[in-house]
Nanobody, 119 residues
Framework: VQLVESGGGLVQPGGSLRLSCVAS????????LGWYRQAPGKQRELVAR????????DYGDSVKGRFTVSRDNARNTIYLDMDKLTVEDTAVYSC?????????????WGQGTQGTVSS
C-alpha cells in the first residue's frame, strides 16, 4: 500500500494545519490508522491513531485536546487536524497504517510532510 501525505507548511504559533494522507487501497481493511512525528534531534513519537476494531482513538499526551485524527473511508484518506500549534509541534509528520495479512501485522509509512510553527 502507498501513503501520500499533504498539507504541511509554515504556520504561526496559535495557528492551525490540516494534514491529509491518501492511501492507495481501501482503508476500511486497515487494523490501525494514524500519525507519528519526529522533531530534529528527537525520537519519533505517536501523535494520534485510530484502532477501528476496538473503536478507540489514542493521542500523544502533548497533543491531547489540540489535535484530532479522523478518516474518510470513501476517499481512503486519514486526516490530522492540528489546532493551537506551538513551536514544539514543529516536526516531520508521517502517516502510518498497520495491515494484517497472512504474515501477521505489517506497518506502512508515508514519506512525511514538514510542519513548521514559527513567528
Amino acid at each position: 500500500v502507498q501513503l501520500v501525505e499533504s498539507g504541511g507548511g509554515l504556520v504561526q504559533p496559535g495557528g492551525s494545519l490540516r494534514l491529509s494522507c491518501v492511501a492507495s487501497r481501501n482503508i476500511t481493511t486497515f487494523s490501525v490508522l494514524g500519525w507519528y512525528r519526529q522533531a530534529p534531534g528527537k525520537q519519533r513519537e505517536l501523535v494520534a491513531r485510530i484502532i477501528p476494531r476496538l473503536g478507540t482513538t489514542d493521542y500523544g499526551d502533548s497533543v491531547k485536546g489540540r489535535f484530532t485524527v479522523s478518516r474518510d473511508n470513501a476517499r481512503n484518506t486519514i486526516y490530522l487536524d492540528m489546532d493551537k500549534l506551538t513551536v514544539e509541534d514543529t516536526a516531520v509528520y508521517s502517516c502510518n497504517v498497520i495491515i494484517s495479512d497472512r504474515s501477521g501485522f505489517r506497518p506502512y509509512w508515508g514519506q512525511g510532510t514538514q510542519g513548521t510553527v514559527s513567528s
